[in-house]
């Protein structure tokens, strides 16, 4: 037994417990999560906690991933090979939800998943569940794993190591979080996670093995099986007659793309049908959501072959025209540029469709790169990010006119201003390299007219004025103010771009050796916004701040940010727009992790959800009177299919007795509609709006109370 594999579905109330000690090797990569991931980790598990039932023990088990292991099965010691951003950031989440709570006795309990006290009396050390590498390892104990040790690191200013900076920046983001929620969501959160939630824990005795199952676990070719097993279903459904012309066709654009491409592209494919993050695996959603695949002659002639040509041009930037070819082409290239592909699916979905009308996708294209870029300025994360383009996709789908203002292609006034703010501000200081990087390059292409091309090994930010300029330097004598310096060292007015590596001596020369030494080869630099920096003698704060409104309002003119409003503007529209829910009394009820959105409107003796809104196909809860109303209107067909497999319309308006009806029909569940409808665009529930209600005014809402 000793050189067997095992593979076992663990709760963490397991995994977290004597019978594993998990060590993070030193040839490991350091922790590496950032804040999106972190974010959507919680937004997942609070989802998921709140479609759970109220006994937790009936809830169906959330699955967190696999964790690959070198561990021997008669003792607790593993070396972790692949898992530890999972186990470090459910660590650091268990802290935070500790330094939350205020229950002792639950603060105890979490303290036991995260490290045993040694004890005085025995001689014994602490033990710990989760050890890190060994240059971070007391950090995260002092910091992390020990009682008090979050509230130490919140108050820590001093510079850190990236990933020692990158666990204070997720605790922080956790705290935040956290905060939101009562002592109650926060007990019941911290018992989902411990008993409810599970690793696939795959052990194995030597390194070579664990690293053969680390490569089969992670390799693309796990997700790409999944088309091969679509293939054979899809191609065997055929009459034997058409199944080698298929056969041809589909090798013949899995040839064309490339098997890696192939396989994104049916990820694409799923999400244009799904419209909602992925809960499952590719081959149970494709089964699950793209009708056509049921019918294999209409799948392939209808979804795979066209949708496959889109795709080459698409990622290609390829496309073919007798006018405007070369504009669209060069905003798919910008698109292809960034690092979420969240933007492909409404591309493709508009592609099929408009292909033959070069200005109606120059149109979409152009608004397409405004909306995926102001994004990425704005730090827009998966899940919002996964919602819009959704809404996106079915605006395409259903035809309708993406150029007003109210248009999901758009961006709102709030939006426009958010984004600006953001380019001028510390750039430098809020975004990752990448991002920085592509945004740059943006600005060079306008800055050149677009006449410019991209294909450096190497492209990397600096900064004009250094961070840390010598005391003596010519740079002290420009910007003599601590203040001035920090106000402008990060923003766009001192970025320049470089086609190689940084040098960490060279970005404190002097500016007229900096100039020849380090922004040139040659004397000439391949980008715009470097040949500006070279053209000054001198390098003060009235150039940064000429330069910064002059690459600023680039950037505004490009993406059309003129309407945009300040935080003062967007305050006072926010409190009109809650306002103007209140006096219509306008509601929305939102899963965005399943694209579910329903809209009503309280009317007094009924509350009314709106025809359009979606609901679930299914009764998904425990047996209620409200399940057979859910059965009753599908009957009567006010709620039918419309494209998803779960998720179906309302055909037309429908009268409620109360918001908990009509809640419990959407979600296919019992539920508690004075808490599950918010007022339109706003965070207020229906129990809170119904309370500043007139007590003699006829309300639906009662009748929950």
Not at 130 to 135: A, D, N, T
Not at 416 to 439: P, R
């Amino acid at each position: 037994m000793s050189h067997s594999l095992s593979a076992k579905e663990q709760a963490l109330s397991k995994v977290f417990s004597d019978d594993y000690a998990f060590t993070i090797p030193g040839y490991q990569r350091p922790y590496a999560w950032g804040d999106e991931q972190a974010q959507e980790l919680l937004d997942d598990l609070l989802s998921a906690l709140r479609d759970a039932p109220g006994a937790l023990s009936d809830s169906v088990p959330y699955f967190l991933g696999s964790i690959v292991l070198i561990k021997k099965e008669s003792a607790p010691d593993s070396t972790v090979v692949d898992g530890q951003q999972r186990l470090t950031t459910l660590t650091l989440l268990l802290s935070a939800i500790r330094a939350t709570v205020q229950d002792s006795g639950v603060r105890a309990g979490i303290t036991k998943r995260i490290y045993e006290m040694g004890d005085v009396v025995s001689a014994t050390d602490a033990s710990y569940r989760l050890s890190l590498r060994e240059r971070d390892r007391n950090f995260f104990r002092e910091y992390v794993q020990h009682e008090d040790g979050l509230a130490n690191l919140a108050d820590l200013k001093k510079p850190l190591p990236d990933a020692q900076s990158r666990l204070r920046t997720n605790a922080l983001l956790f705290l935040r979080e956290l905060a939101k929620l009562d002592q109650t969501e926060l007990i019941r959160l911290v018992q989902f996670v411990v008993t409810r939630c599970f690793l696939v824990v795959v052990s194995t005795p030597d390194l070579d093995s664990a690293y053969r199952i680390f490569g089969v676990l992670n390799s693309r070719g796990l997700d790409l099986s999944a088309t091969d097993i679509l293939k054979a279903e899809i191609i065997g459904a055929l009459p034997e007659k058409l199944r080698d012309e298929y056969t041809t066709r589909w090798e013949n654009q899995e040839e064309e793309l490339g098997r890696s491409r192939f396989g994104e592209l049916f990820s694409h494919v799923r999400m244009i049908y799904r419209k909602a993050k992925p809960q499952g695996t590719l081959l149970k959603e494709f089964r699950a959501h793209v009708t056509e695949a049921s019918q294999p002659q209409a799948f392939m002639d209808k979804v795979l072959v066209p949708m496959a040509q889109a795709y080459a041009v698409i990622c290609d930037a390829d496309y073919a025209s007798y006018e405007l070819a070369e504009t669209i082409n060069g905003h798919l290239r910008w698109l292809n540029r960034l690092e979420f592909k969240d933007w492909v699916p409404p591309a493709l979905a508009f592609y099929i469709r408009h292909h033959d009308d070069p200005k109606a996708l120059l149109a979409f294209f152009n608004d397409l790169e405004r909306l995926a870029y102001s994004m990425l300025v704005r730090k827009i994360g998966v899940n919002e990010r996964i919602e819009r383009f959704s809404k996106l996709t079915e605006a395409v789908e259903k035809g309708d006119d993406l150029s007003p203002d109210s248009s999901s292609l758009q961006l709102s006034p709030l939006e426009q201003g958010d984004a600006y703010a953001a380019l001028n501000g510390s750039l430098y200081e809020t975004h990752s390299s990448k991002a920085l990087a592509v945004l740059l390059l943006r600005l060079d292409a306008l800055l050149s007219d677009g006449s410019a091309s991209y294909q450096h090994d190497v492209v990397s930010v600096e900064h004009v004025m250094p961070q840390q300029p010598a005391t003596a330097s010519q740079w002290r004598e420009w910007v003599k103010e601590p203040e001035k310096h920090q106000h402008w060292v990060h923003r766009l007015g001192n970025l320049a771009l470089l086609s190689r590596r940084k040098n960490s001596a060279a970005r404190n020369y002097e500016f007229s050796k900096k100039k020849t030494a380090y922004f040139t080869k040659g004397g000439v630099s391949s980008f715009a916004l470097t040949t500006q920096v070279l053209q000054h003698d001198a390098w003060t704060v009235a150039v940064m701040e000429k330069r910064q409104t002059n690459l600023l309002g680039l950037l505004e003119q490009h993406w059309r940010l003129e309407d945009r409003l300040n935080k003062a503007e967007q305050a006072a529209q926010l409190l009109a727009a809650q306002a103007q829910a209140e006096a219509n009394a306008a509601f929305e009820l939102k899963q965005s992790k399943y694209g579910l959105m329903a809209s009503a409107y309280e009317m007094g003796e009924a509350f009314v959800v709106l025809a359009g809104s979606k609901a679930r196909s299914e009764w998904i809860g425990v047996s209620h009177n409200y399940a057979e109303l859910h059965a009753q209107l599908i009957a009567e067909c006010a709620i039918q299919p419309n494209g998803n497999h779960e998720l179906w319309a309302f055909t037309r308006d429908v009268a409620f007795k109360s918001p908990s009806a009509a809640a419990a029909v959407v979600l296919g569940r019992a539920d508690n509609g004075r808490t599950s409808w918010l007022l339109q665009g706003t965070t207020v529930d229906y129990g809170t709006w119904l309370e500043g209600q007139s007590g003699n005014k006829p309300i639906s809402g009662r009748f929950d109370q």
